[in-house]
C-alpha cells in the first residue's frame, strides 16, 4: 500500500520560511524514482489549487505564478522523499499543503493517483 507522509509546516512569520517533507513507503526506489511529485494547497472556504511540481527525473519544475521565486520543490530518490521549500511566505500562503505522486507531472489535483495527509502552513503578518 502506497503512503505519503508529511511532516514540517507550521506557524511562522511574514517573511520566514519552511520547508515540508513528503515521504514515500509502499513504493521501492526504482518506482518511486518513476513518479513526478506535485505540491498543493487549499486555504478554508477554497478549493485546492496547484502550487508546484517536479518531473520523475527532476529536470523540470513547474509554480503557479504567486510562488515563482519564492517556493523550490525538490526530490531525494534514494530517501523516496519530495520536499517544498519555502521562502519569504506571506499571509495569503496560508493553508494546507498537500504531496502528491503520479506518474506524469500535471497542474489537476484529479490527476493525482496518491496524496498525503495534508500539512497546516500559517502566515502571519
Known amino acids: 500500500q502506497v503512503q505519503l507522509v508529511q511532516s514540517g509546516g507550521g506557524l511562522v512569520q511574514a517573511g520566514g520560511s519552511l520547508r515540508l517533507s513528503c515521504a514515500a513507503s509502499?513504493?521501492?526506489?526504482?518506482?518511486?524514482?518513476?513518479?513526478?511529485m506535485g505540491w498543493f494547497r487549499q486555504a478554508p472556504g477554497k478549493e485546492r489549487e496547484f502550487v508546484g511540481y517536479?518531473?520523475?527525473?527532476?529536470?523540470?519544475?513547474q509554480y503557479t505564478d504567486s510562488v515563482k521565486g519564492r517556493f523550490t520543490v525538490s526530490k531525494d530518490n534514494t530517501k523516496r522523499t519530495a520536499y517544498l521549500q519555502m521562502n519569504n511566505l506571506q499571509p495569503e500562503d496560508t493553508a494546507v499543503y498537500y504531496c502528491a505522486a503520479n506518474g506524469a507531472a500535471s497542474v489537476r489535483v484529479g490527476e493525482y493517483s496518491y496524496w498525503g495527509q495534508g500539512t497546516q502552513v500559517t502566515v502571519s503578518s
Open positions: 509502499g513504493l521501492s526506489r526504482g518506482t518511486f524514482t518513476s513518479y513526478a
Open positions: 517536479i518531473t520523475w527525473s527532476g529536470r523540470q519544475t
